[in-house]
């Protein structure tokens, strides 16, 4: 893992000595990713350069990486785990690698294969390669969207960096707010690509490439999930079980430590087990957070997971006080909001696994591929629901709305409750609401204007299907992955997802819907797999995901902060009403309605419009003249 940026002029014309003084200030910015090298490469119209975190080749794997004969310069975040099988493939066309580190293959691959070459790469990446005989930027990101990647483009230069604040902290790029994007966060907590919270960053997609040369920009995607598509079939668990095991043995084929967070559900259980089946002999430790909150702790099952398995287990306590500095933190090394609670807790898990290892496996991706939300279930029931006659529809509404707030997990009034507002929603629609940090209705009380649907309105093929890829190509990679991102590179501890490689995947797409969910049940494949390697208390133990109290830490420690976060005047320039902020808030603290996720998305983009406004060049960002805080114009 890596950070990587640059500065490339596509006519062609030489770039002054501020533009490598600008890249070394990104490489500034994006120092926290790699602790190891950093290595920046001028030519005569780019530069680029890159910071290193050491997972596979020592201290043979600097970058830039410069091909001599044809002058394309490449740089890399990420992993190629399938390097030693592409070195053998250039070495047969007479491009050997020279470096041992696994990023080395890239100039080869692209130079035999042209853009086609990312098809060919397993592994989290984003690259960037700079050919100097078209005069072409290519940026490319891996399938699931594990590795981010930014840029700007303007008629003199083309920017681009891992992370937003890399782009513009330090008043290095002039942006302005973009409107829709940010109200679009406020409905689901983050930014689906190309959008960015600036009108003038972008992203770029999960599986696609953007091309930037004389002609233009150009968009298109080398790899989309293709569930929807592909035919069902019985599955094999002994197919499965060779394609886990390697994507697993293939993702620790590195030369560092490792380690695994475990949280004691199935995901991450499941990747423990298997990995301490490949390494019977290998210290490994297994980290875990902890709440006080006993129905938000899952501590108790993770160390007798751990234990079983001869893990090391190592606890990490959560408390309110380790929000505001960390929120800050994340905000200012990343440089962009991200709704979910789980993301602090995660950087602080981070952090204490990043002094033993620089490298852990999550269970990122297992209920996107597998089936595994409630949701999912919910899919199928509002189907049956929306049967019943109206005069009892009405009724089991009337009750579920009636059941009191409660400061527990994921508690079944809490799902009910979402249950009965989008149940008479079409398929799609209604899995957008159930989705949403802040429902529509909610949203026009804050005075944000109804947001069109983003889900789309294509029937073909089955529901479940679509929203699995969906919530793939949407939540996972913009949200999910984004958290594990931005928390674990703020200390510079590479995340490794095993089942986010391409073959797991492209296994799970061909499964029949009966092995996914089956009534109340979910993930059936993945359990009956699981038995395998697990005991069924782990199994089947009823999901609870990673979550945190904010509810309760809102109406009493957190009180005081939350007040100053929702009074913010900037909400104003993306038509948030802080007086309406607080109405809710003070709904909440008064346990007549649970607004925990409303409250919690505006704190966060609280926080970052104060940092937008005190750390960007923003024209289109301002605060009240009585704030303390002015931007510099």
């Given at each position: 893992?890596?950070?990587?940026?640059?500065?490339?002029?596509?006519?062609?014309?030489?770039?002054?000595?501020?533009?490598?003084?600008?890249?070394?200030?990104?490489?500034?910015?994006?120092?926290?990713?790699?602790?190891?090298?950093?290595?920046?490469?001028?030519?005569?119209?780019?530069?680029?350069?890159?910071?290193?975190?050491?997972?596979?080749?020592?201290?043979?794997?600097?970058?830039?990486?410069?091909?001599?004969?044809?002058?394309?310069?490449?740089?890399?975040?990420?992993?190629?785990?399938?390097?030693?099988?592409?070195?053998?493939?250039?070495?047969?066309?007479?491009?050997?690698?020279?470096?041992?580190?696994?990023?080395?293959?890239?100039?080869?691959?692209?130079?035999?294969?042209?853009?086609?070459?990312?098809?060919?790469?397993?592994?989290?990446?984003?690259?960037?390669?700079?050919?100097?005989?078209?005069?072409?930027?290519?940026?490319?990101?891996?399938?699931?969207?594990?590795?981010?990647?930014?840029?700007?483009?303007?008629?003199?230069?083309?920017?681009?960096?891992?992370?937003?604040?890399?782009?513009?902290?330090?008043?290095?790029?002039?942006?302005?707010?973009?409107?829709?994007?940010?109200?679009?966060?406020?409905?689901?907590?983050?930014?689906?690509?190309?959008?960015?919270?600036?009108?003038?960053?972008?992203?770029?997609?999960?599986?696609?490439?953007?091309?930037i040369d004389a002609q233009g920009v150009r968009h298109s995607t080398y790899w989309r999930w293709k569930n929807v598509e592909t035919p069902k079939q019985t599955p094999s668990l002994d197919a499965f079980d060779k394609i886990f095991r390697e994507t697993i043995r293939r993702q620790t084929d590195v030369d560092v430590d490792f380690g695994v967070f475990l949280s004691g559900g199935l995901d991450s259980s499941l990747v423990s087990t298997v990995t301490r089946s490949l390494y019977p002999n290998r210290r490994l430790k297994a980290y875990t957070l902890r709440f006080k909150?006993?129905?938000?702790?899952?501590?108790?099952?993770?160390?007798?997971v751990a234990i079983s398995l001869n893990l090391e287990p190592v606890s990490v306590w959560v408390t309110p006080a380790d929000l505001p500095k960390t929120l800050s933190l994340l905000i200012k090394t990343g440089g962009e909001p991200l709704a979910d609670p789980a993301w602090l807790p995660a950087a602080l898990l981070a952090q204490r696994a990043a002094q033993d290892v620089p490298m852990a496996l999550v269970g990122e991706g297992a209920d996107e591929i597998f089936g595994g939300y409630p949701t999912y279930i919910g899919a199928g029931i509002a189907e049956k629901f929306n049967r019943l006659p109206m005069l009892i529809r009405n009724s089991i509404r009337r009750l579920v709305e009636s059941l009191p707030v409660s400061e527990k997990k994921m508690t079944i009034s809490y799902l009910l409750k979402r249950f009965v507002q989008g149940a008479e929603l079409d398929g799609m629609t209604r899995h957008e609401l159930w989705m949403s940090n802040i429902p529509p209705a909610i949203l026009i009380r804050l005075g944000v204007p109804r947001l069109s649907s983003s889900a789309g309105n294509n029937n073909e093929g089955l529901l479940l299907d679509r929203l699995q890829r969906w919530d793939l190509e949407h939540f996972l990679a913009e949200g999910l992955l984004t958290k594990a991102d931005r928390a674990s590179m703020t200390s510079a501890l590479e995340l490794r997802a095993p089942f986010l490689d391409e073959s797991i995947m492209t296994f799970s797409a061909s499964l029949p819907v009966a092995s996914r969910v089956r009534n109340f049940s979910t993930k059936i494949f993945l359990k009956e797999y699981a038995l395998r390697y697990l005991p069924k208390s782990i199994v089947h133990r009823r999901k609870r995901g990673l979550s945190v109290p904010i509810g309760r830490w809102l109406r009493g420690p957190l009180r005081e902060w939350a007040i100053n976060k929702l009074e913010n005047k900037l909400f104003e320039q993306i038509s948030v009403q802080p007086k309406a902020a607080m109405e809710l808030f003070s709904e909440h603290c008064n346990k007549k309605a649970d607004h925990a996720r409303t409250l919690w998305t505006l704190i966060v983009l609280s926080e970052w419009l104060d940092w937008a406004v005190t750390e960007t060049a923003g024209n289109g960002i301002s605060a009240d003249k009585t704030d303390a805080q002015l931007i510099a114009k």
């Open positions: 893992m890596c950070g990587i940026c640059g500065i490339v002029n596509i006519s062609g014309d030489r770039q002054p000595e501020s533009v490598r003084l600008r890249v070394n200030a990104m490489l500034e910015a994006l120092s926290h990713r790699g602790p190891d090298d950093v290595g920046l490469h001028a030519s005569a119209s780019a530069v680029l350069g890159a910071t290193r975190l050491a997972i596979r080749g020592g201290h043979d794997g600097r970058q830039p990486m410069v091909d001599e004969a044809s002058g394309i310069v490449a740089v890399c975040n990420g992993e190629i785990d399938n390097h030693k099988e592409l070195r053998l493939w250039l070495a047969e066309r007479g491009r050997p690698v020279k470096q041992a580190t696994d990023v080395a293959v890239i100039p080869g691959m692209y130079l035999e294969l042209g853009a086609a070459f990312a098809e060919k790469l397993i592994g989290a990446f984003a690259i960037a390669i700079w050919d100097p005989r078209e005069h072409r930027l290519m940026l490319v990101r891996d399938r699931a969207g594990e590795r981010p990647l930014f840029f700007n483009y303007s008629k003199e230069n083309i920017i681009f960096a891992t992370e937003i604040a890399g782009l513009v902290s330090g008043h290095k790029l002039s942006v302005n707010l973009d409107v829709p994007p940010l109200q679009g966060y406020l409905q689901f907590g983050l930014f689906s690509a190309p959008d960015s919270p600036f009108a003038n960053v972008q992203k770029v997609p999960p599986g696609g490439i953007v091309e909150e006993d129905s938000f702790d899952e501590g108790n099952f993770a160390e007798s």
